[in-house]
């Protein structure tokens, strides 16, 4: 689809309410509840008057109580997921300065750009819990990874690599539209929001995105302007309008590296 064409507007299908007829019964059977009503419910005796309880036959069960989950720990135990308090206290360790600051961001700014953390795998022997923590400086467009030990709040290994692109982060993902609207090859989405709307797009807040790295060994022919994606951190979004109709945004890739937008065929 071309981007300046019209939004292509998406139906979806909900299923309509059932009829009288066909009312779903107690746990899940295709009628009206049966005699003995719901799951618990006395059956109505002869003289067709509810239980012990005064509830009539059929009638509906008390509402379902919501249990909080449990509260969760600062510290996990064994494989458990990273709890929010051990997510925190890894990218902070991992972010010491001095190197860090040397870093940048995908908007340009100070520090590198957060990937993603989750549970290193254990050392043997050894009961401590580890993070691993991603994060990308796009200074030198490299993939840093960091193991801290959340025990002894030291940083065991730390590493850099070139030409290695996992999957992007959404503060990234949402550079990347902010980069298209800004771009003149943002015009065609603005035009095709407002033939879905009849409103104007202002803000990159208006629409609903997600998307992904691109990767040029995917692709049949590849633009010698994105020859460097891969090397570079390219993306790739695709964009809607807020609980509305799709835009189609799938040809213009976004290198964050060069903060460049270019349309693919």
């Known amino acids: 689809m071309a981007v300046t064409g019209t939004a292509v507007a998406v139906a979806i299908s909900l299923p309509g ?20 009503g719901a799951a618990g419910t006395p059956a109505a005796d002869a003289s067709g008057q509810g239980g012990a309880d005064g509830r009539t036959a059929g009638s509906a069960p008390p509402p379902a109580t919501v249990i909080p989950p449990a509260t969760e720990g600062e510290k996990g135990v064994g494989s458990d997921p990273l709890t929010d308090d051990e997510l925190a206290r ?25 990937l993603g ?24 467009d490299e993939l840093i990874t ?13 590493g850099a690599q070139r030409g290695v692109q996992p999957s992007a982060h ?30 104007e797009l202002t803000s990159s807040r208006q629409l609903w995105f997600n998307g992904d790295v ?30 509305g109709a799709w835009i189609d945004t799938r040809n213009l890739i976004v290198d964050l590296s060069a903060r460049t937008v270019t349309r693919v065929g």
């Open 17 to 36: 309410q059932a009829g009288a007829n066909g009312a779903a019964g107690a746990a899940g059977t295709g009628g009206p509840t049966g005699i003995a």
């Open 146 to 158: 960091k193991t801290v030990n959340l025990d002894t709040g030291k940083v065991e290994k730390s």
């Open 214 to 243: 691109y990767r040029t060994y995917r692709e049949t022919n590849v633009p010698a302007q994105l020859s460097r994606c891969g090397e570079h951190r390219c993306v790739r979004l695709v964009t809607k309008v807020l609980n």
């Open 90 to 114: 890894a990218e902070a360790l991992a972010l010491t300065p001095p190197a860090a600051s040397a870093q940048h961001d995908v908007t340009g700014g100070r520090g590198p750009q957060r």
């Open 170 to 199: 959404p503060d990234e993902l949402r550079e990347a539209l902010e980069l298209i609207l800004a771009s003149p090859l943002g015009k065609g989405v603005k035009e095709d929001y407002e033939d879905a709307t009849g409103k």
């Open 117 to 140: 953390t989750r549970l290193a795998d254990p050392v043997p022997g050894d009961a401590s819990r580890r993070a691993e923590v991603r994060l990308y400086d796009y200074g030198r």
